[in-house]
């Protein structure tokens, strides 16, 4: 069936690198597609949405990448920060079904 | 504004207790949703409403009821609690551009 899943479950980076988070997505009908931050004993935060009518969307050190070709989403976080560690989901949207992957914990060291 | 509230936060029951949980939200969306979010998995839709008094069962309906009597608010509800109900219930509501926003969530513990 379709699903929506990351390639790699935890990523460590170290303070002021960049990071880039992944997202393999099978369901070449999605059209809409979110990445999600959630800390420890929250509830997921939006970061950054793309249609599927664009490759490239930014926002504030963030970056997502969007190619149809091989069906992958990433993130891309600039000059990461210790405030970024959490865990990652990315989303897709597909006639208002909305699929999660499991999720990247990213770790920031200092 | 509060945005989307969940209560409880906490919550331990008994197998076969019941109880519901309240997700209430003052943005004025019409869509709103109940996910359940277990270790090493990706959130799974429970139900869904797409506005008042309307409900949709979503991927894991079973063992759950909701009710959307008024607009700003969407309960879940456990009429008879098993273990496997042990998780962590979020509730989302979405705008016109399709973002969700989710609330603080549940973590409810079944014995």
């Known amino acids: 069936g379709e699903s929506v899943g990351l390639h790699l479950p935890t990523l460590s980076v170290q303070e002021g690198d960049n990071s880039i988070i992944n997202c393999a997505y099978s369901?070449?009908?999605?059209?809409?597609f979110i990445w999600y931050k959630q800390e420890s004993g929250k509830g997921p935060q939006f970061i950054i949405d793309?249609?599927?009518?664009?490759d490239k969307r930014q926002g504030q050190r963030v970056t997502v990448l969007l190619n149809k070709t091989v069906k992958h989403l990433s993130l891309q976080i600039a000059a990461t920060q210790p405030g970024d560690s959490a865990v990652y989901f990315c989303a897709e949207n597909t006639n208002n079904d909305m699929r999660f992957g499991a999720g990247t914990r990213l770790t920031v060291k200092p | 504004n509060a945005g989307v509230t969940q209560t409880p936060k906490f919550r331990v029951l008994k197998t076969g207790q019941s109880m519901t949980l309240l997700c209430a939200q003052d943005?004025?969306?019409?869509?709103m949703y109940w996910y359940r979010q277990d270790p090493g998995m990706g959130l799974r839709l429970i139900h869904y409403s797409v506005g008042e008094g309307t409900t949709a069962k979503g991927e894991v309906p079973d063992g759950y009821n909701v009710s959307r009597l008024k607009k700003q608010n969407f309960l879940l509800g456990l009429e008879s609690a098993a273990p496997s109900q042990t998780s962590v219930y979020f509730c989302a509501t979405k705008t016109s551009t399709d973002t969700q926003y989710f609330g603080p969530g549940t973590r409810l513990t079944v014995l």
């Open positions: 943005m004025n969306h019409e869509y």
């Open positions: 369901n070449s009908a999605s059209d809409y």
């Open positions: 793309i249609r599927s009518n664009m």
